[in-house]
């Protein structure tokens, strides 16, 4: 290895300057735009109404694919594009939420899996990352890390966005780098986190052009759009209404007829029956119709709103001249999903902890949605018109689970133009082809660590020929005990009811070359070759780390938290402590607890707060105001407040509350030790608390109770103290399905 020759004097020494990484000739920039639980006829140029005319207008320049498959779940999806293998084989078979002990199933990339950007950084590429994260376990992006499965330890360079599976789109919980961050700007500031994300981006990329104009780049810009909550400006949510107003029945046959004028699916593709649970339009009343099309509106105009902001980047890409050599990905992680519930929410912060909202509520609340003390999501209905034509939804391994939209436009690369592709390709074949179309190969390890291998196959022949080979390996699909397998066109598929035997799922077979739809089931008629499929699926399970199957929902997330939080009940906050994750913060739910803060009021008062741990839609807040202590209980936007029965003194002073497990549940304020106001209520943090964090002496986000946020404390605060008895009850079940709303 070249170095420097060191001598005594300048005279006999020679200075040694080690090359810059090169990147190979030619290689593009690749921005990858990735949207989450849109459904496969959302965008425009799949047959949706939704206008999406810059994700239509880069379709028109490249090529739109009906054939790509993902994982049916987001931190599984995420993890097989940026690796380039199955999302088991990398230890993310599931959500990065929970760890359960075995190899496919650590919620955590393994470094025997390098990332894309991983691979590319040492061949000269600039990374960035902006948006979500969700491919590292929760419980590990507190404020101490581990940070090496963090964006910056996988690769990245710069990072700005937010690591959960979700977030409240105007009070986020942001990070930049490593570091959490507040937003910069709030609802009644006009802040949205589209538009903030892609401010970031161009950000990014001015800089980039600054300072290394020759350098190739990554961007990965990960949506939270159109995850629930489904939030966006009321004008464009509105303007849809009239849109929808004829109900998903009718949606679907006009999204699958322009969809057949299109060639996006066969002439002779068939409608599948509705979803199981699923009831026609017109058999609901005219209050939930309403109710309905606007929970519609708002994912459309959440997705109609990024696309107006992704024509701002663009345009900057135009602008600064790099447009025509950007290879520029746009994908969905997974189909629409099945979390709103058949009804929908308006806040599913209320129903998961047992404050349910019926529909003279949420028709009250019409006006409410898509605001910042929502929490909406659609219902089974329009997530199956969403899914058109195919069957079923998010999570399951029939096509409504897994098919999805993807565009590739490069116009120096991709002579297509508005062209159609319909090969079967897989997440895990997206960072092989980018390595190919950049002229770069795998490497054998990262970071000193050997590599496992590749396995994705590459489609970049079909960019520029429709009649490319078409993929050669089988490929499988698992996720909460749902199963199947493609190869050379046929695909074996099981739907697996929760908690039951495996041995009893039902195995349907499909030729998905002549069914687009999966509609005629040919298990009955050609059981061998059924079988042969199963027994591949098998074998691929096998060697992809998918084995053993687990089905539970609620178990392995009540094991994950008691795993993390082991036997500790006592959470000591100081003053100067930064935002805490709610993964990390303390498991007050289903329990009883105490919090006491101390503190000293001045001698002409104090108010603010004390601690806060969630936003306007569910949570808890400890704070002063108007001389007096409060307590405020947040339940799906239910508040229950206690205030003290007496001022609070200047000095020194310990100001708690006391939450005493049981029913009613009894909340008790305490000055100094002593009882100062109580309040019963039969609600209470069943299944969660928040998907929002916890602060000390402020609420930085929306506020938890009616005060502006973040209202901060203008005494003297030292530290606040959580201790929690044993008594917590869980039902696992109904923390499960919490949970699966946040994915």
């Known amino acids: 290895m070249t170095t420097a020759k060191i001598g005594r004097t300048l005279a006999d020494s020679t200075p040694y300057w080690p090359d810059a990484p090169r990147p190979p000739k030619g290689a593009p920039n690749i921005l990858v735009v990735l949207f989450d639980d849109v459904g496969f006829s959302d965008f425009g140029c799949y047959g949706s109404p939704i206008a999406t005319p810059t994700i239509d207008g880069l379709a028109a320049q490249g090529v739109r694919y009906t054939g790509f498959h993902t994982t049916a779940m987001c931190s599984t999806t995420r993890a097989a594009l940026l690796t380039g293998r199955n999302h088991h084989s990398v230890g993310v078979g599931c959500l990065a939420n929970f760890d359960s002990g075995y190899p496919g199933y650590r919620g955590k990339i393994s470094k025997e899996a390098g990332t894309l950007p991983e691979m590319l950084r040492p061949h000269g590429y600039r990374t960035y990352m902006v948006g979500k994260w969700h491919v590292t376990s929760l419980t590990e992006t507190g404020p101490t890390g581990p940070f090496d499965g963090w964006p910056l330890g996988r690769g990245f360079d710069r990072f700005y966005g937010f690591m959960d599976a979700e977030t409240d789109q105007y009070s986020p919980e942001l990070v930049r780098d490593n570091t959490p961050i507040d937003a910069p700007a709030g609802y009644a500031d006009g802040y949205h986190l589209t538009e903030d994300l892609v401010d970031e981006s161009i950000r990014f990329l001015a800089d980039h052009q600054a300072n290394a104009p020759d350098a190739p780049w990554l961007l990965w810009l990960a949506f939270g759009a159109c995850h629930a909550p489904h939030q966006a400006p009321q004008d464009i949510i509105k303007s849809y209404d009239p849109v929808f107003a004829h109900g998903w029945d009718a949606e679907r046959e006009a999204r699958m007829a322009r969809q ?310 006592r959470f000591v906050f100081h003053a100067g402590m930064g935002h805490l994750p709610t993964d990390m913060a303390p498991d007050v739910r289903s329990r009883t607890y105490r919090i006491e803060a101390d503190a000293t009021i001045p001698p002409d008062g104090a108010e603010g707060v004390l601690i806060a741990h969630g936003d306007a839609t569910c949570g808890y807040s400890l704070f002063l105001k108007g001389g007096r202590l409060h307590h405020v209980l947040n339940v799906g936007g239910k508040l229950i407040e206690v205030v003290s029965d007496r001022p609070v003194p200047p000095g020194p002073r310990k100001l708690g509350v006391i939450c005493r497990q049981g029913q009613p549940r009894r909340f008790t304020l305490t000055i100094d030790g002593e009882a100062a106001g109580e309040v019963e209520t039969p609600y209470g943090f069943a299944t969660l608390i928040s998907w929002s964090g916890l602060d000390i002496g402020r609420d930085r986000g929306s506020p938890v109770a009616d005060y502006p946020a973040p209202f901060s404390f203008t005494g003297t605060l030292r530290k606040v103290t959580v201790t929690m008895d044993e008594d917590q009850t869980l039902d696992g079940e109904a923390v499960g399905a919490a949970e699966m709303a946040r994915q």
């Not at 746009?330 to 129903?351: C, H, R, T, W, Y």
């Not at 949420?362 to 006006?367: C, E, N, P, Q, S």
């Not at 390709?425 to 000193?448: K, M, R």
């Open 260 to 569: 057949k004028a299109m060639g996006v699916v066969p002439a002779d593709t068939q409608m599948p029956a509705r979803n199981d649970g699923v009831r026609a339009w017109d058999e609901h009343g005219e209050d939930e119709r309403r109710v309905f099309t606007r929970l519609q509106s708002a994912f459309a105009g959440m997705l109609d709103h990024t696309d107006r902001h992704l024509a701002r980047l663009v345009a900057f890409l135009e602008e600064t001249g790099v447009k025509d050599d950007t290879l520029i990905f746009v994908l969905s992680d997974n189909g629409a999903s099945q979390e709103g519930g058949p009804l929908g929410f308006i806040n599913a912060m209320g129903p998961y902890n047992m404050k349910f909202e019926p529909m003279d509520e949420k028709l009250a609340r019409i006006d409410d949605i898509g605001g910042p003390d929502t929490h909406s999501n659609f219902p089974h209905g329009w997530a199956m018109a969403s899914n058109t034509p195919l069957r079923r939804y998010k999570q399951n391994t029939h096509g409504g689970g897994i098919r999805d939209p993807l565009i590739v436009s490069w116009p120096n690369g991709v002579k297509a133009r508005g062209e159609l592709r319909h090969q079967f390709c897989h997440a895990s074949d997206f960072a092989p082809t980018v390595l190919e179309l950049v002229g770069v190969e795998p490497p054998a390890s990262v970071n000193g660590v050997a590599q496992k291998p590749i396995e994705g196959q590459s489609f970049a022949a079909s960019l520029n020929d429709p009649a490319a080979p078409r993929r050669t390996r089988p490929q499988y699909f698992e996720m909460f005990g749902h199963r199947g397998l493609w190869k050379d066109g046929w695909k074996a598929v099981a739907f697996h009811p929760p908690s039951s035997s495996f041995e009893d799922d039902k195995w349907e077979l499909f030729h998905l070359d002549a069914d687009f739809s999966e509609t005629n089931d040919l298990a009955g008629a050609e059981p061998e070759r059924l079988k042969a499929l199963v027994d591949e699926w098998w074998k691929q399970a096998e060697a992809c780390q998918v084995l053993p199957l687990d089905d539970r929902f609620g178990p392995r997330f009540a094991e994950n938290a008691q795993r993390f939080h082991g036997p500790r009940k």
